[in-house]
């Protein structure tokens, strides 16, 4: 069984940076990892993503400014976020895969695997 664990998430003002950490246990090798997020009244989105060979993916609107990491040793998934914009507000999860096909379906937001969420939270 894959277990994940996020932690790291606060409140900053705009501009400010935090960095996610997602702790996993159990088998893992080859997966996709993700980060996901879901703010009030919206959609779950896909931010980014962490294919085998550490390919990496991120969507448009954080692109530059955040960053997906995986430490191998550790088993720790990451997510460095900069220059925090009050719309980067929402609840973030980590999420993994064992199917490596859906890194790189940006469609596909029911990953198998989920951590509890971190609440990251933006002001202006």
């Known amino acids: 069984e894959v277990q994940l664990v996020e932690s790291g998430g606060g409140s900053v003002q705009a501009g400010g940076s935090l960095r ?10 080859g997966m996709c ?5 879901q703010a ?3 959609e779950r989105e896909r931010v980014a993503t962490f294919a085998p060979g ?4 991120h969507v448009d609107s954080v692109r530059g400014r955040f960053t997906i990491s995986k430490d191998t040793a550790t088993n720790t ?19 993994a895969d064992r199917r ?10 029911t990953f198998t695997y989920w ?10």
């Not at 990892?33 to 997020?37: N, V």
């Not at 550490?54 to 993916?57: G, I």
């Not at 460095?80 to 980590?94: F, G, H, I, V």
């Open 20 to 29: 996610l950490s997602c702790a996993a246990s159990g088998e893992t090798i």
């Open 100 to 109: 490596t096909w859906v890194c790189y379906d940006v469609a596909v937001r």
């Open 40 to 42: 009030p009244g919206k």
């Open 77 to 95: 998934l990451y997510l460095q976020m900069n220059s925090l914009k009050p719309e980067d507000t929402a609840m973030y999860y980590c999420a």
């Open 54 to 57: 550490a390919v990496t993916r």
């Open 33 to 37: 990892w993700g980060w996901f997020r």
């Open 115 to 124: 951590g509890q969420g971190t609440q990251v939270t933006v002001s202006s």
